[in-house]
């Protein structure tokens, strides 16, 4: 070695191990094309020439994992880890919608049961009341039958008994009727 010093400037999460290695592999192409010029050069002498080589440098080692196997395995390791952690995260969404639904299943299933139960009351209560008003109904009917046919029959019975009487005398069989007696007596 002839003394001579590299450095390189970088930001605070480069790995380290990677820019040593950068340097590493710089310096023999390096010394290889400027070696007898950088002893003479005066400040920045060498800024210009040695450009293209340090550029292609940096662009080689901008991004550590291109270059690093271990840069590399950790910014998998990275990518598995947010991935991991989305997963996680969209899990525990999922679980909370799945109680949700349950809670809600349970609820449908609640006030189904209630819906089923206050419908079977309600459909007692109709009967209830379909049978009274059939009974009121049928009531009525039987009523009005009988105060218009009670009558008819009244006064058909009469009719033939009084027919009777005009035509035989009054008597059945040889005997007097009273009734028929006082129903002709009266008019019809």
């Known amino acids: 070695m002839n003394n001579t010093g590299l450095a390189v400037v970088t930001g605070l999460k480069y790995p380290s191990r990677t820019a040593i290695q950068m340097l590493s592999q710089l310096y023999p192409p390096y010394m290889e094309q400027f070696s007898l010029q950088y002893k003479a050069a005066t400040t920045n002498a060498l800024s210009k020439k040695s450009k293209p080589l340090l550029s292609e440098y940096c662009n080689k080692y901008d991004d550590a994992t291109k270059v690093d196997k271990a840069s590399m395995l950790h910014s998998k390791v ?14 525990l969404r999922n ?6 639904l ?24 109709m009967r209830c009341k379909n049978i009274k008003t059939t009974v009121i109904l049928v009531s009525i009917v039987v009523g009005i039958l009988i105060i218009v046919l009670v009558p008819l029959i009244v006064r058909a019975r009469n009719a033939v008994k009084g027919n009777r009487m005009l035509r035989g005398g009054g008597e ?6 009273a009734d028929e007696a006082l129903f002709l007596e009266e008019g019809p």
């Open 78 to 91: 990275e990518e598995v880890k947010v991935t991991m952690q989305d997963n996680i995260a969209a899990m």
């Open 95 to 100: 679980t909370e919608q799945a109680e949700s």
């Open 102 to 125: 349950a809670e809600r299943s349970n609820q449908l299933n609640e006030q189904a049961t209630v819906f089923q139960k206050k419908s079977k009351d309600l459909r007692k209560q």
């Open 172 to 177: 059945i069989d040889g005997e007097w009727d």
